[in-house]
């Protein structure tokens, strides 16, 4: 079972990018999944979650406006839009899966809910 993170990289501030995740293995069609970010010498935090059917998503309020969560369960894979970036964004950003349901934004946010994480991509924002 592997969650593969790709699609990071350097961009301009105010620029975009796209974040994929693809699972093999097995499908993940029926797990809620999130998009998790992290820095030196700070706790991995929370960016955004959305439910197994793709239906509801969670953002965090630093995010919130400027990236989306998507997930294509036909193709095994989730997504992470990020567009208006800026320098604080910058971060290695993890893609993880739950095999636990729970609704809510901080059944999204405690990284201790999450059972499967990929190997993490560098987004670098430049100002």
């Known amino acids: 079972v592997q969650l593969q993170a790709s699609g990071g990289g350097l961009v301009q501030a105010g620029g975009s990018l796209r974040l994929s995740c693809a699972a093999s293995?097995?499908?993940?069609?029926?797990?809620?999944m999130g998009w998790l970010r992290q820095t030196p010498g700070k706790e991995r935090e929370f960016v955004a979650g959305?439910?197994?059917?793709?239906?509801?998503?969670y953002y965090a309020a630093t995010v919130k406006g400027r990236f989306t969560i998507s997930k294509d369960n036909a193709k095994n894979t989730m997504y992470l839009q990020m567009n208006s970036l800026k320098p604080e964004d910058t971060a290695v950003y993890y893609c993880a899966a739950k095999e636990d349901y729970c609704s809510g934004y901080w059944c999204y946010a405690r990284n201790d809910l999450y059972d499967y994480w990929g190997q993490g991509t560098q987004v670098t924002v430049s100002s």
């Open positions: 293995g097995r499908t993940f069609s029926n797990n809620d």
């Open positions: 959305i439910d197994w059917s793709g239906t509801r998503t």
